[in-house]
């Protein structure tokens, strides 16, 4: 795996990528960056060029000046693209991810081949979100809004350790998703920045949020591109229930299950997220040469 810092639109981004073919670009959630995906880039190099970035706010990227939500990202992964030289990618995405791929599919359409995503959050969720079986699960997105988090959080490497795995082992349902590399991303989360950094996407979305669990949010065209969602059996943080309304955010949707795992299917079982990536791509991989 490369490691590499491109400049694009006013900031610095460290990208790790692997393999050659077919480019593909990778995009985290929280609490994560680029290594998330190492597990399903170790198994996919042999196929295809994978893009992973560090989001800004992530990783060893540059962080933003204040909140930082998905259109910001989106304008981020377009200029990304240019540096890279590429016109058009596969983009598979989890979590923040899968947010953010939304509104790059929407403003930038013909730089997309295909969506593949793992469990996010999109508009026909709507009103539950927010309902009262809900509110236990949905804590920490309030929580990263207030200075308090970042004072607690990273007061001590071993309070940041006990916070992410407090998250980590509640959303996941095979136990340690991340292994050997989980004492890395405790890490990660100690640099200078990463807490405010990611924590910054959450406060740019509370206001889009609240709009959708109130019932205000306005109507979005749908997206057109080839679709896959892979939807985990047991996510305590986004149930399986909820995908009953992605036909009207996606036209083109080829929609199952992910059996036998939790919030990050990428870490629980990487062979089957592999083999269900390549085999979408495998698909429209034409579209991406």
């Known amino acids: 795996m490369e490691h590499v810092t491109l ?5 610095r981004f460290h990208v790790v990528t692997a393999g050659e073919g077919p480019p593909l670009l990778l995009l985290h959630g929280w609490p994560e960056f680029w290594l998330t995906w190492k597990p399903v880039m170790e198994r996919l190099a042999g196929r295809y060029h994978l893009i992973a970035p560090d989001l800004r706010g992530f990783g060893d990227s540059d962080k933003p000046a204040g909140p930082f939500g998905a259109a910001e990202h989106a304008q981020d992964l377009v200029a990304l693209l240019d540096a890279l030289g590429l016109d058009r990618v596969g983009v598979v995405g989890h979590d923040v991810g899968g947010a953010i791929m939304q509104a790059l599919a929407r403003a930038a359409p013909e730089r997309v081949a295909g969506l593949f995503f793992f469990d996010f959050v999109y508009p026909g969720i709507g009103r ?10 949905i804590w920490y997105q309030s929580f990263h809004q207030t200075d308090l988090a970042i004072a607690l959080v990273g007061q001590s490497r071993a309070s940041c350790r006990a916070y992410f795995e407090f998250i980590v082992e509640r959303w996941t349902h095979r136990p340690h998703p991340f292994g050997d590399d989980f004492e890395t991303l405790v890490d990660n989360f100690m640099k200078p ?18 709009a959708m669990m109130s019932g205000t949010a306005p109507t979005l065209p749908p997206i057109d591109i080839p679709t896959c ?6 996510d305590v943080l986004f149930p399986f229930e909820w995908t009953d309304r992605l036909g009207e955010t996606f036209t083109d949707l080829d929609l199952a299950c992910f059996e036998d795992v939790g919030h990050f299917p ?4 990487p062979d089957r997220a592999a083999h269900e990536i390549g085999r979408f791509f495998d698909r429209v991989v034409g579209t991406t040469r």
């Open 7 to 11: 400049t694009a639109n006013g900031a």
């Open 128 to 137: 539950r979100m927010g309902m009262p079986d809900r509110l236990n699960e």
């Open 193 to 210: 920045g990463n807490l405010a950094g990611g924590f910054d996407y959450y406060r740019a979305a509370h206001a889009g949020r609240v």
């Open 229 to 234: 969602v892979r939807w985990a059996e047991h």
């Open 266 to 269: 990428h870490r629980e079982d």
